[in-house]
């Protein structure tokens, strides 16, 4: 925790808290992806040196002998390990830590509107509103506070792409084709985003995490630019 607090008012929100936040945010992306790394590189390791030969019995036993790799008691016979270990668990991994970000996003935002509700001693607090989650916060932003905030910008529109992200991951466990076999409307998101990737679920790989963290921050900077107008 930082050393030094100063007086909790939106005029000081995101020099003296959200700043703080988002550097230790990079720091736990980090720690993410070096865990990933290490998965990774002993898996290789592992596969290098550890091979073994066994007799696969077919029909008989006079089958031919094949190579088998195993890894954590999996084992090539049964798994395709080279993407289990290099794709779907690293983008598993991914996926908690975006479910993780997302949920700090939408406290940090509530946390905004009680400040701006114990500040200016509204008797409308952010759940009296309809809605629920980061939309109803930025509506309390929007009618309560009056910060004209432009949600038709392109940092909203990011940060709502990547809600629809999260939300997929979430409620379908990244499933993109519906039950007709049809593309879903995350199919296109992931297309045009060069940190996903996927078919039939989504994939969140490297630079992900940190593209979202710059899309809150980026928000989060917006946001701040309009209060500092306001009082200004």
């Known amino acids: 925790m930082p050393l030094y607090t100063p007086k909790k008012v939106p005029l000081n929100w995101y020099q003296y808290e959200i700043k703080l936040l988002i550097e230790l945010l990079k720091v736990y992306i980090s720690n993410v992806e070096n865990q990933i790394k290490s ?131 979430v409620h379908n466990d990244g499933g993109l084709i519906k039950d007709d076999g049809t593309p879903k409307d995350e199919f296109k998101i992931v297309k045009q985003n060069n940190f996903l990737s996927g078919e039939k679920e989504v994939f969140v790989e490297e630079g992900y995490l940190n593209y979202v963290l710059e899309s809150f921050n980026a928000l989060f900077k917006y946001i701040d630019k309009l209060i500092q107008e306001k009082n200004g």
Not at 123 to 138: A, E, N, Q, V
Request: glycine share 4%; hydrophobic share 35%.
């Open 39 to 169: 998965s990774v590189k002993q898996y290789n390791k592992k596969i290098e040196k550890g091979r073994v030969y066994k007799v696969i019995k077919v029909l008989n036993d006079e089958a031919p002998s094949d190579i088998i790799d195993t890894h954590e008691g999996l084992d090539s016979l049964t798994w395709d390990l080279e993407k289990i270990f290099k794709e779907y668990f690293p983008s598993l991994q991914r996926r908690s830590a975006l479910i993780t970000l997302f949920s700090v996003f939408e406290h940090t935002l509530n946390d905004l509107c009680i400040l701006f509700q114990n500040t200016e001693n509204y008797k409308i607090g952010f759940k009296d509103l309809k809605g629920k989650g980061i939309d109803r916060s930025i509506m309390y932003l929007e009618l309560v506070s009056d910060i004209p905030i432009d949600k038709g910008n392109n940092i909203w529109e990011r940060v709502k792409l990547i809600q629809k992200i999260r939300n997929i991951v």
